[in-house]
T-cell receptor, first 114, second 115 residues
Framework: DSGVTQTPKHLITATGQRVTLRCSPRSGDLSVYWYQQSLDQGLQFLIQYYNGEERAKGNILERFSAQQFPDLHSELNLSSLELGDSALYFC?????????????FGDGTRLSIL | AQSVAQPEDQVNVAEGNPLTVKCTYSVSGNPYLFWYVQYPNRGLQFLLKYITGDNLVKGSYGFEAEFNKSQTSFHLKKPSALVSDSALYFCAVEDSGAGSYQLTFGKGTKLSVIP
């Protein structure tokens, strides 16, 4: 058990809808990362937060947004959903977000767009 | 830009035999290198990392990896494979000098250990 909790585990919705994915980091970790995993694109970094502030942004679409709250949990909001957004979304956390620290991953949210 | 390549989509090895999963990387500065493992329906699990120092890094579950700067490689190895090692393995790199705070992952290599 990594200590990172993601909810929900599965989400099924329709095109055009909006969903929110939630992540609770490992106790004591200040940095949260979001990734998208799909068969064709592999594992893609989306965005990183450190102690409530955005630190790094990767291949995140404008339709997607995230935030980290004062209690350090994070939410990833996906809007105007398209079929291609179907993927496994992972949250990871690390102590301070430093480059040399391992990241601890949750078990993901599987998003299916119908 | 940083990148990582895992040239083999799949590696098959007999139980008890040594295994190697290959990884090469490209960064402009010095690399931070990681190996992660993913079991079905689970998140990635950290195995080991190279930051600096000894080129041979030991990690969890008997895995080790050798950093080779001249060949820009960081191959994952284990002396004796177990059936339970069957999983998807990811190599990842971050450029220590880029200040990007981004890990770039390879496409993954599926390891199958045959009893």
């Amino acid at each position: 058990d990594s200590g990172v909790t993601q909810t929900p585990k599965h989400l099924i919705t329709a095109t055009g809808q909006r969903v929110t994915l939630r992540c609770s980091p490992r106790s004591g970790d200040l940095s949260v990362y979001w990734y998208q995993q799909s068969l064709d694109q592999g594992l893609q970094f989306l965005i990183q937060y450190y102690n409530g502030e955005e630190r790094a942004k990767g291949n995140i679409l404008e339709r997607f947004s995230a935030q980290q709250f004062p209690d350090l949990h994070s939410e990833l909001n996906l809007s105007s959903l398209e079929l291609g957004d179907s993927a496994l979304y992972f949250c990871a956390s690390s102590a301070t977000g430093g480059a040399n620290q391992p990241q601890h991953f949750g078990d993901g949210t599987r998003l299916s767009i119908l | 830009a940083q990148s990582v390549a895992q040239p083999e989509d799949q590696v098959n090895v007999a139980e008890g035999n040594p295994l190697t999963v290959k990884c090469t990387y490209s960064v402009s500065g010095n690399p931070y290198l990681f190996w992660y493992v993913q079991y079905p329906n689970r998140g990635l699990q950290f195995l080991l990392k190279y930051i600096t120092g000894d080129n041979l890094v030991k990690g969890s579950y008997g895995f080790e990896a050798e950093f080779n700067k001249s060949q820009t490689s960081f191959h994952l190895k284990k002396p004796s494979a177990l059936v339970s090692d069957s999983a998807l393995y990811f190599c990842a790199v971050e450029d220590s000098g880029a200040g990007s705070y981004q890990l770039t992952f390879g496409k993954g290599t599926k390891l199958s250990v045959i009893p």
